[in-house]
């Protein structure tokens, strides 16, 4: 069994700031890409940021310059550090991790039970 389970989410003001954490958790052997999506209401899952086992960076262009994503690869974490946030960015944010639990096996992708971020005065 694999977990992935997020913190962080809450209610912030417009041009606020909030951290996120994902924290993997169960068998696992390594650790590929992680990453965080989200969804809004009405709207389409979609990708905000991920970072490889290289630390290799992608980015939502709505994002860009305002969220950064990071991994600690000893603990099995990735964060999210969101500023100067829009309420636009309300929505529930999904952990996503690609990861192998033992050598040889398949990778497979594994997702958190989110987290909700509004963004509202």
């Known amino acids: 069994q694999v977990h992935l389970v997020e913190s962080g989410g809450g209610l912030v003001q417009p041009g606020g700031s909030l951290r996120l954490s994902c924290a993997a958790s169960?068998?696992?052997?390594?650790?590929?890409?992680m990453g965080w999506y989200r969804q809004g209401p009405g709207k389409q899952r979609e990708l905000v940021a991920r970072?490889?086992?290289?630390?290799?960076?992608d980015y939502g262009d709505s994002v860009k310059g305002r969220f950064t994503i990071s991994r600690d690869n000893a603990k099995n974490t990735v964060h999210l550090q969101m500023n100067s946030l829009k309420p636009e960015d309300t929505a529930v944010y999904y952990c996503?991790?690609?990861?192998?639990?033992?050598?040889?096996?398949?990778?497979?992708?594994?997702w958190g039970q989110g987290t909700q971020v509004t963004v509202s005065s």
């Open positions: 996503n991790a690609y990861l192998m639990q033992s050598a040889g096996a398949r990778v497979y992708g594994y």
């Open positions: 169960g068998r696992i052997f390594s650790i590929g890409a």
């Open positions: 970072v490889s086992s290289g630390n290799s960076t």
